[in-house]
């Protein structure tokens, strides 16, 4: 018979603090998302969404607006074709809208 023992997974340290305001609502949505991913504390799911989580960068609003406009213009030019009403400039125009679309993908 050995004496084995087993060794929980020490917590490190944590002597700093960050503190922001929410709403009771957001709150609440953050406690019901937290027990939902089956966190006991809603600390440390906040923690581990912090600190693992991916946050997507919020769009400007001029490139938000530039690419609606490129959407709408690929969609005229979607409709000319399967009309089959193409013009000379509907090709020049839709590599250019997928250059910029490339260029915001960088």
Do not use: C
């Not at 009771?24 to 019901?32: P, Y």
């Not at 609606?68 to 969609?75: A, D, F, P, Q, W």
């Amino acid at each position: 018979m050995t004496n084995e023992t087993t060794l929980e997974p020490v917590e490190p340290n944590r002597d700093q603090q960050i503190n922001f305001r929410v709403t009771e609502q957001e709150k609440n949505r953050i406690i019901a998302n937290a027990k939902a991913a089956g966190y006991k504390k809603y600390s440390d799911y906040l923690r581990t969404l912090g600190v693992e989580g991916e946050v997507k960068e919020i769009m400007p609003p001029e490139i938000r607006r530039q690419l609606v406009g490129i959407g709408t213009n690929l969609n005229q030019i979607a409709r000319r074709v399967q009309s089959s009403v193409l013009y000379n400039t509907d090709e020049a125009h839709l590599k250019q809208a997928l250059a910029i679309i490339r260029s915001f993908l960088k």
